[in-house]
């Protein structure tokens, strides 16, 4: 016969399952609506003509393929962008980024997930 600690540690094993899965599934999503760099829709390049900025270094796509996730422990996630001008996409630099910030904000809620953004040097 099952005891109550049975039943609970296999209920807090099916719940760590399911926030890992939701996890995973918020990842696809941060994937799938990030932005693919078209620097003509950056705030910095609005009224620009001839040559548009870049920061030292850009890539084409980096942002999209620099999210990451970490199991911390339980049901404690790290979800990170190491982009490093991941932090000016999330304040609107491009209009490309519409909804990624609301979307991590409704995870932030719904499944106590920290987000992390490295702030630009300099």
Known sequence: MASIEDDVKSIESQMELDVAKA???????????????????????QGRTGK???PKGYVGGFFKASWKFTHIE??????????EYA???WRGHSTQWVGGD?????????????????EPKG
Request: glycine share 4%.
């Open 23 to 45: 996890v995973a599934h918020l990842h696809s999503e941060l994937v799938r609506v990030a932005p693919v760099g078209n620097p003509s829709l950056w705030k910095v390049n």
């Open 74 to 83: 339980g049901m404690n996630w790290t979800i990170f962008n190491n982009a």
């Open 102 to 118: 609301a979307l991590l904000a409704k995870a932030n809620a719904d499944l106590n997930v920290s987000f992390a953004m490295i």
């Open 87 to 89: 932090s000016l996409l």
């Open 52 to 54: 548009l900025y870049y």
